[in-house]
């Protein structure tokens, strides 16, 4: 089983840019679709971005596309968030999540379908 641990989150000012890092622990990384969620006050958990167990394939929630993109290194069994143009209502907890769905079923947009999750790490966006 993977242990999920976040980095690289921070204070930034709108424009700015901040990536974040998702370490896990475990020999079988390759075979989960990784996932990024976030969670503001007073609001539900919501997907960022998922991608696939090779890389090859990613999708994300309209309000990122074209500002933030998610990569992997299975070598170094690593998911990370590059973010860019940061803006105010960016600023939030975000979560690495894994899954062990396939990523041709679709299944990878809602929290209920990943069984591994991360602490959390506070990214906060000022005006």
Same mark, same amino acid.
């Given at each position: 089983?993977?242990?999920?641990?976040?980095?690289? +989150?921070?204070?930034? $000012? &709108?424009? !700015?840019?901040? #990536?974040?890092?998702? *370490? %896990?622990?475990?020999?079988?990384?390759? /075979?989960?679709?990784? +996932?990024?969620?976030? $969670? &503001?006050? !007073?609001?539900? #958990?919501?997907?960022? *971005? %998922?991608?696939?167990?090779?890389?090859? /394939?990613?999708?994300?929630?309209?309000?990122?596309?074209?500002?933030?993109?998610?990569?992997?290194?299975? *070598?170094?069994?690593?998911?990370?968030?590059?973010?860019?143009?940061?803006?105010?209502?960016?600023?939030a907890v975000y979560y690495c999540a894994a899954?062990?769905?396939?990523?041709?079923?679709?299944?990878?947009?809602?929290?209920?379908?990943?069984?591994?999750?991360?602490?959390?790490?506070?990214?906060?966006?000022?005006?």
């Amino acid at each position: 089983q993977l242990h999920l641990v976040e980095s690289g +989150g921070g204070l930034v $000012q &709108a424009g !700015g840019s901040l #990536r974040l890092s998702c *370490a %896990a622990s475990g020999r079988t990384f390759s /075979r989960y679709i990784m +996932g990024w969620f976030r $969670q &503001a006050p !007073g609001k539900e #958990r919501e997907f960022v *971005a %998922a991608i696939s167990w090779s890389g090859g /394939r990613t999708d994300y929630a309209d309000s990122v596309k074209g500002r933030f993109t998610i990569s992997r290194d299975n *070598a170094k069994n690593t998911v990370y968030l590059q973010m860019m143009s940061l803006k105010p209502e960016d600023t939030a907890v975000y979560y690495c999540a894994a899954s062990r769905n396939s990523y041709s079923s679709g299944d990878y947009y809602s929290p209920n379908e990943y069984d591994l999750w991360g602490q959390g790490i506070q990214v906060t966006v000022s005006s």
